[in-house]
Structures are given as C-alpha cells and as structure tokens.
C-alpha cells in the first residue's frame, strides 16, 4: 500500500510506485534534497493510458458545467497556495522566490481562464450548396492526450497544456521533466482532488526515454503536445508521425532584441537585462542576441555592464536575489562550454561567465555570473545555437534594415524584440520580424495567459497553445450534413 506522500505516479486514481526512485536536489543547495520521485516504466504508462481511454467516454459527453467547476477547483487551490507552490519551485528548478511566486500565479490563472473557456466552445451553422440539407461544424474532444513538458516552467506549462486538454473534454497522461517531479507532483496532487474522475488526469514520472518514448509510440495516445529542446521535438514528430497521431511541438529559440540609436537607452538596457538574465536566461522567449546600431553601441555596452554589476547571484529562495543558480550541472556546463566558445571565435567577453561554487551562505551549487558578449558576429556559434543560460551576445549593425536582416538570419522564430522611440520602424517591425511574438520597447520574455503562444520555423510545429487558440490542437472538427 502506497500513499500520496510517496511521491508515487497518478494513473486511474490511485498512486502506483515505481521500481526505483530518483532525488530531486535543489540546485541552490545541493545538500537538500527537495524529495524522492518515483521512476516509472513502460508498464506506468500502459496503465495510465488503458485508465484514461476507459474514462474518456464519459469524461468528453459530461456536462461541460463538472468540466468547469473542476478546472475553477484546481485554480482557485493554485491562487490559494501560491506562496509555498511558488517556494516549492524555486527550490527545485533555481528561480528566484518572486519568479515562482509569478509562475505559479500564472498557472492559477491559466485553470480559471479555461474553466470558463470550456462552456464558450462554439461551432458553426452553415446552409448547404444542396437545397433542403442543413450542415453543424462542431469541436470534438481528439481522445487521449500525451502532455511531456520541460524543467524551465515547472508549473506553467503543465497547466497551459493541461487545462485546455480537459477543458475541451480530452484524458491526459503528463510525463514531465525529471529535474521538476515536485512541482508536477504538487499540481497532480492538486488535481486528483478537484472532483475530475479517475482515469482522466495521469502523471507519469520518470526517464523521458523511457516514459516519453513509450507514451508518444503507445497506439492508445490520439495526440502529443511536446515542449522541450529542438532535438526531442524533431524525434517525437517522426514517431508520430508513423502512426498519425496529431502533435504539437514548442522549442528553442535564439530570440532576438534590437536595440535602434532612437532607443531611450535606460529603457533598453532594462529589457536587455530583464529578458537575457532573469530566470538565469532559462527561458524558451530568453532574448541572447542583442542587436544593436552602432550610434549607440558603445553607450549600451557600458550601461549594460553597469546594471549587470549590480545583479545579485545568489540563493534562489534568499529575499534580493536577482538571479538563481543554473538548475542543473549539465545545464552548467553547456554554459560555460559556451563562453569557452565565444571566447574561441572572437568575441570579447565584456563581463560575467564566472563559475560561482557556492551562494553567499556557505552552500554548493550551480552559480555563474551572467555573462554578455560584446564584438560578436552573427556567423559564430553562440549567435546560432541555443545556449539557454544567463548568456547574451552583443551584434553591431549599422541600421535598422541591417538589424532586422540579422533578426530573421536564425533557424528559431519564437520572440523578438525591438527598442525603439520610432512610430515607423515599430509598425515596420511588428509585420517583418519572422517570430511568432513581436514585443516593442518590452522584454522578449513575459507573455499573457490568454492570447496565443508560440513561433515559427524551428521554434515550433503544430497549432499554437493558449488563449482561445488552444482549441485547435485539443479538439477535432466535425461536419454534419442533416436532411431537413
Ligand atoms: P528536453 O527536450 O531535454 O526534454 C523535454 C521533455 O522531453 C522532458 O520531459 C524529457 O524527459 C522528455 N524527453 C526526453 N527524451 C525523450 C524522448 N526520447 N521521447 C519523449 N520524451 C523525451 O528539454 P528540456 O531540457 O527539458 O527543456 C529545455 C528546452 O525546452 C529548451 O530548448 C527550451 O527552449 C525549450 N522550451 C521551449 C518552450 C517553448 O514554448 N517554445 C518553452 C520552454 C522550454
């Protein structure tokens, strides 16, 4: 007999363990442990699927007021226990308190903006080309959803995609990041309680290439919604592909931030230094390319380097810590793999990109100082490839059309940005940046809840998630042609 304190896997109401179990270490402090997480294996998931295709019939005809009442139950018990939710995720994952306070709230916000979604799903009523026959176009729930979600929002993007997925009627099996069992175990704990059936919310913790491969090959799983790195993403569409399964992909991204000489320069090095560096740059909307025109170049260098002086690296959960410790080792070292790298092709390290082995109290782990780049060329590596770490690099261009030239030049397209005081180039921008989100005078990182997420290119695949938008991927469209 196993019971919730266990830190067990949900599947069909009950918690089941696994046959290992694998710690959890704050990053901040790796001397404490943040618990013990069950590792499931392929037979978790078989469970979780059979209870969740078991309760699928009844969960997508139930009345759409349950669906509501339980989706308000799970935002209302998130808003409630904000404060220690938001400790709990900030211990595990290297956030700062205030940053998992602020993500956790978002995802309160998230279950409530969906339980009142679920009772606006709307279809459409169409005369048919054929005297006498009438036509419905209706939403449909697509069946058994297979959510597999990364460290970096440990809370947030569980709920984005949890929420719809039962808001429109589907049975969910979550598998999410090994570094973030808590916080997921937290909110499935929140969940089995909220009044939803068994069998239709599943958490599955363990091994991606055990847990995530057998949920996205398993035939009982109709559709997979993915967020994570470009490599995984790219895997998981070919597998689905196989067998058709519907599939939503959220990746990286090389976000970039242009910073024109019209800029008002205390504004610009704020948002720089906000959307490079907090949430030690481990964020998918992160900007790591600042692109900057040369009248103000050397005025933004300096500025830059000022303000990042007085960034406090510290603690996660101590009160004035700017930036929290990198969440994980091997996250640690692709950064300063990289800084190695940069340094290699060229560009000059103008501050930051120091190993820090320990927080202001005496405790092991994961620090670095943020580190920016000036003199950097769009070619080199660090300009190309994902680092997702406190790390930006600085590119001079001449103008504005050399700036959004070099904006476009990247594989990813999820969000960018431009500071700027000029009417024109702001409307110019907002139609030929080639990203999904467009921010002017505003950090390419912070987005709302309700309005659609997402990018282009390499940055994402698949319909885009939250907002009302959502609807697209959690539900499937239906035709019907009545005689009168
Ligand atoms: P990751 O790709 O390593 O892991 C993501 C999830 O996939 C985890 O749950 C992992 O266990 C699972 N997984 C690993 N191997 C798998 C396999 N073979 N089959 C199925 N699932 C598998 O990514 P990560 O390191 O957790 O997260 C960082 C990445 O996420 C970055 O690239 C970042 O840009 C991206 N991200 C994107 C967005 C977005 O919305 N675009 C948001 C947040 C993070």
Not at 104 to 122: D, M, N, P, Q, Y
Not at 460 to 468: A, F, I, L, N, V
């Amino acid at each position: 007999m196993t019971t919730s304190q266990d830190f067990n896997n949900l599947i069909n109401g009950e918690w089941l363990a696994g046959p290992s179990t694998a710690p959890n270490l704050n990053p901040s402090n790796l001397a404490d442990v943040v618990g013990h997480y069950t590792q499931g294996g392929a037979d978790h998931v078989n469970a979780a699927v059979a209870a969740a295709q078991a309760a699928f019939p009844a969960w997508s005809t139930s009345g759409i007021q349950a669906r509501s009442d339980a989706l308000d139950n799970i935002g209302r018990e998130i808003l409630a226990r904000k404060e220690e939710l938001g400790i709990l995720l900030a211990r595990e994952e290297g956030k700062t308190r205030p940053e998992g306070i602020g993500e956790v709230t978002r995802a309160g916000h998230i279950f409530k903006f969906f339980a009142g979604e679920c009772l606006r799903l709307s279809g459409e009523t169409l005369p048919s080309v054929r005297p006498g026959i009438g036509i419905d176009i209706t939403r449909e729930p697509v069946g058994v959803v297979g959510l597999i979600t990364p460290w970096n929002f440990p809370v947030a993007i569980p709920a984005w995609k949890i929420a719809p997925a039962l808001a429109f009627g589907n049975c969910v099996v979550l598998k999410p990041a090994d570094l973030v069992s808590g916080s997921a175990w937290a909110l499935a704990e929140i969940i089995s309680r909220s009044g939803i059936p068994a069998g239709v919310f599943n958490l599955v913790m363990g091994r991606g290439s055990v847990i995530g491969d057998a949920l996205v090959n398993h035939p009982g799983v109709t559709a997979i919604s993915f967020t994570g790195s470009v490599g995984v993403g790219g895997r998981i569409a070919q597998s689905a592909a196989q067998s058709f399964k519907k599939v939503q992909l959220e990746m990286g991204g090389k976000n970039p931030q242009i910073v024109l000489d019209d800029a008002n320069l205390t504004q610009a090095v704020e948002l720089c230094v906000q959307s490079s560096f907090f949430s030690t740059g481990q964020r998918c909307t992160a900007s790591s390319r600042l692109i900057v025109t040369e009248g103000i170049y050397p005025a933004f260098i300096e500025a830059m380097k000022a303000r990042m002086a007085t960034l406090k690296v510290d603690d996660a959960l101590k009160m004035g810590t700017d930036i929290g410790p990198v969440s994980s080792e091997s996250q640690l070292a692709q950064n300063l793999s990289y800084i190695a790298i940069g340094k290699a092709e060229g560009a000059t390290l103008a501050c930051g990109g120091e190993r820090l082995p320990r927080s202001s109290e005496g405790h092991e782990g994961y620090y670095m100082t943020p580190a920016l780049f000036s003199e950097s060329t769009p070619e080199m590596r660090i300009n190309r490839e994902e680092i997702f770490g406190p790390v930006a690099s600085v590119i001079c261009v001449k103008d504005y059309e050399e700036a959004l030239a070099t904006a476009n030049d990247t594989p990813f397209g999820l969000a960018a940005g431009l500071a700027t005081t000029s009417l024109k180039y702001a409307t110019h921008f907002k139609r030929h940046s080639q990203s999904g989100m467009v921010m002017v005078n505003l950090p390419t990182a912070g987005v709302d809840y309700h309005v659609p997420f997402g990018g282009r290119k390499g940055s994402s695949y698949g319909p885009r998630e939250q907002g009302k938008y959502a609807q697209e991927f959690f539900t499937t469209v239906k035709t019907a042609y009545t005689l009168a």
